[in-house]
Every structure is written in structure tokens, then in C-alpha cells.
């Protein structure tokens, strides 16, 4: 089977760069033996940052990136000479990412927007030279201060695709098709369940040139948040959606339960995501009479949007975009970026499920803990 060029996580050992040493030195010079300190002082340790681009949507460039290490900063040099700090070692990710320690499981740091710039491992400072600590009563110091230790830390990368809009529906409810109907993208399409193996963005254009994304996630099943079929992987990509447009069909024998099942997977799943603005969309409303619609009407859940709709024929598309975009811009929907690391019962459901993941995977084999002789020995080959 084809690899999926779809990674939306990935397990990186990353390290910062160590500061210099300062320089212990005393000037001796012809005509001059007493010249005093001029040790220089240690070049900082590079940084590791994350920086959002949106030319990427996937983390597939750091597929097999199994380690970042930021570069040593120089050591100080006689004549008061600075050393060389460390270059930064940039890291792009797409707009969306967030990163967890992996040893721990605890939310680290998110980025979410292009050009965002996040220090990850700050690296060490470098030490200072003997020349700094010259005073009256101690003209000759001989000592210097040594730099900075790096930091290191085993990180988990996972991307939460940022949308204005997240579907929500059962296998085979018509999400692609109206992706596909309201967009350019062209996701995948056919009469079986789990056609949709992994998310799609699609731009919809509105009036006057106004446009929002939605996001089209592997459909749902009951169980899905403990872990039946692809709904748990998927799931955190609609946690920053800023609306929920739910998806049943309208030969559903009943829609208000399929619903209350959706509703209730997303609650197990992570309860904040219930205080999201959501639409019900009830689809394939082609096969569908305009009686047996209004039959239908007093049935549905009366504390949300409804909207009739077939992608197929573009019934009732114009209306659902116009409340879509009514919803989206009402003064009480706010996106709230969920990174709460001691309310989120669920984080812990899903990075246990990551871990098997990567597990299974022969992630964890690639990630090395080195020894001091293997590090030395690389950093020579390094640098």
C-alpha cells in the first residue's frame, strides 16, 4: 500500500546549541609582559524555533527528521576575542502545529499562524572571559566562567488543521461531496465508508469577494473517541474549527439520534469543543419531497441552525453558506485555541493512542539516547 502523504504527527529528539567557554588568558606581549586579562568572552548556543509557514499542510518534510540539534556557540579567544555564537536552527511547520514533550505528555508550545516564530530550546549563554573579572583589588583573574549547558528535550509534533469550519457526519454522509460542491478541492469520492481517509481543505467563495475554509475530516462512528474506526486520529483537527456544521442524511430513520450520537462522541472526546457555534445540514435532500421535509422539520433538534441541502443538485447551498457565514461572524462565536493542560481528560486518551501509534510504526526505535562519548564523537563529525 501507497504511504499516505498525509503525517499530521511526528516524535523529534531536539537539542539546543551549548554556550562557549570564556577565555582564561593573560596578556604577554613584546615591551609588555604584564599586560593583564584580555580573555574573550563564549558565543551563545543556537536556539531551536518553530516558525509557521503556510506553504506547508502536512508535517511529511519532518517524516524522518529524527533529530534537530541547534549548533555549540564558539569558545573565547585571547585579545578579548568573542566567540562565535551559535547559528538558530529554524524549523518550519504548518500553520496549526502543536507540540507536546514526550516524555511527559504536557503542552509545550503551539504555532498558529505564517511567520509566527516560537523559541522551542533556548540555547545556553556563553561564558564570560577572565577579562570581565578584572577589578582593582584582582588584576590578573585567573578564571573564566564555562558556558551554558544545552537543552534537550524529545518532543511530539501534531497538527491541528485551522479552519472555519469542521464537518462532522457518519461514513458516507456526503461531506466530500459538498466539499467538493462549495470548493476547488477535489477529495475523494465513492459509495463505500471511509472513502475520505485523511483531512482536506477547501476555500468557499461568498458575496463580494469574502471566502472562509472548511475542513473535511474521516467520518465518525459511535466509539469513535474510544478509538473505533478513524475518528480519534481525526478528531483534533475540528478542535480549532471555529464552527461544527453537522452532517446527516435526510433517509436517516433518525436523524435527531444520529445527531445526539455525533454530539455525544465529540463530548467524550473533549468536552470544550461543545461550546462551539454549530449548523445541522441535513443532506441528499434530492431524495427528498418538500412535504416530507416539513414532516421532518418539528422532529430535528430545535437549539441549532437547520438547513435542507443536496450537493448534488445545489439545493439549498446559497442558504447554507448564508448562515454558515452568519454564524461564523455573530459576536458570540469566538475560536478558543483548547491547550489546557490540566482540564483536557482526552489529551491523555490521545497521546497514549499516538504513542501506540508510533510505536507500532518503529518510531521509537530511531529515537537514540546517546551517551557523552556518542555525543562527542557527533559533534565532531557535525561541526
Known sequence: MAESNFVDYVKILCRSGKGGRGSMH???????????PDGGDGGRGGDIILRGNHNYWTLLHLRYQRHLFAEHGGNGGKDKCHGTDGKDLYVDVPPGTVVYNAETGKFVCDVNY????????????????????????NQAPRFAQPGEPMQEMTVILELKLLADVGLVGFPNAGKSTLVSALSNARPKIANYPFTTMEPSLGIVAYHDGKSFVMADIPGIIEGASEGRGLGLRFLRH??????????????????????????????QFNPEMLGKHRVLAITKCDLLDEELMEMLRPTLPDDLPVVFISAVT???????????????NAE???????????????????MSRM?????????????????????????????
Request: a negative charge; charged letters at 35%.
Open 238 to 267: 475540528i478542535e480549532r474549527n471555529s464552527l461544527l456544521l453537522f452532517m446527516v442524511p435526510g433517509d436517516t430513520d433518525d436523524i435527531r439520534r444520529e445527531y445526539e450520537i455525533l454530539l455525544n462522541e465529540l463530548r
Open 355 to 383: 504513542a501506540q501509534e508510533l510505536s507500532a510504526e518503529g518510531e521509537d526505535e530511531d529515537i537514540i539516547f546517546l551517551d557523552e562519548d556518542d555525543i562527542e564523537d557527533m559533534e565532531e563529525d557535525l561541526y
Open 114 to 137: 505564517d511567520g509566527q516564530e516560537v523559541v522551542l530550546l533556548k540555547g545556553g549563554r556563553g561564558g564570560l572571559g577572565n577579562f570581565q573579572f578584572r577589578s582593582a583589588t
Open 26 to 36: 593573560l596578556k604577554h606581549v613584546k615591551y609588555n609582559y604584564n599586560g593583564g
Open 332 to 350: 458570540s462565536n469566538k475560536l478558543e485555541v483548547i491547550t489546557s493542560t490540566d482540564t483536557l481528560i482526552h489529551r491523555d486518551k490521545d
Open 314 to 328: 445545489g439545493f439549498g447551498l446559497d442558504e447554507l453558506k448564508d448562515v454558515l457565514w452568519r454564524e461564523l
